[in-house]
């Protein structure tokens, strides 16, 4: 099982961050349960400045969450692929995997990754944070994203701007 050796944590007070939820629209069940989770997140953190943005699939996902950087502390992705007979699944799964940890990187801005990358639809509605699932991958990512904003805070100078280079 994925979740095995999770780490554990508590919710914190984040109402001081500005967080964007960017979210696929394939295969609403899954899609439904992995927003819901990143809600309840938001909720328990204390969140209240948060927008959610719907893309057509989780190939699309880079793009805006890169766009959303610009106004947001952190940023969630939020998507699902579910392997078929072709190789589209390790292609959206390998451009998807790579734009996101591109953005973060370039942006200096924590970009949790809930993009489930499965065998079957029982796998991904096992990992959705549904009534039933083993996983909460919404909760997940989102949890993430938020301690990983919080710890920058701790590590970054107050005044300084990520990627200004001293002259």
């Not at 106004?71 to 939020?78: G, I, P, R, S, T």
């Not at 959206?92 to 942006?107: E, I, M």
């Not at 029982?122 to 991958?137: H, P, V, W």
Request: net charge negative; charged share 25%.
């Amino acid at each position: 099982m994925s979740g095995a050796g999770a780490p554990t944590s508590q919710p914190f007070d984040a109402s001081d961050l500005r967080v964007a939820v960017v979210a696929a629209s394939w295969h609403d069940e899954v899609m439904g349960g992995l927003v819901a989770g990143a809600e309840r997140a938001l909720a328990a953190h204390r969140v209240a400045d948060h927008v959610l943005v719907r893309v057509p699939g989780t190939f699309e996902l880079p793009v805006v969450a890169d766009a959303l950087c610009e106004e947001y502390d952190a940023v969630v992705a939020l998507g699902v692929v579910i392997r078929g007979g072709t190789p589209h699944f390790d292609y959206v799964c390998g451009a998807a995997t790579d734009g996101l940890t591109r953005v973060a990187l370039d942006n200096g801005v924590p970009v949790g990754f809930g993009v489930l990358t499965c065998d079957t639809e029982e796998q991904a509605l096992d990992r959705a944070g549904l009534e039933g699932s083993s996983e909460d991958k919404g909760w997940e990512a989102t949890a993430a994203a938020l301690e990983t904003a919080r710890v920058l805070r701790g590590v970054r100078p107050p005044d300084a701007a990520w990627g200004d280079d001293e002259e």
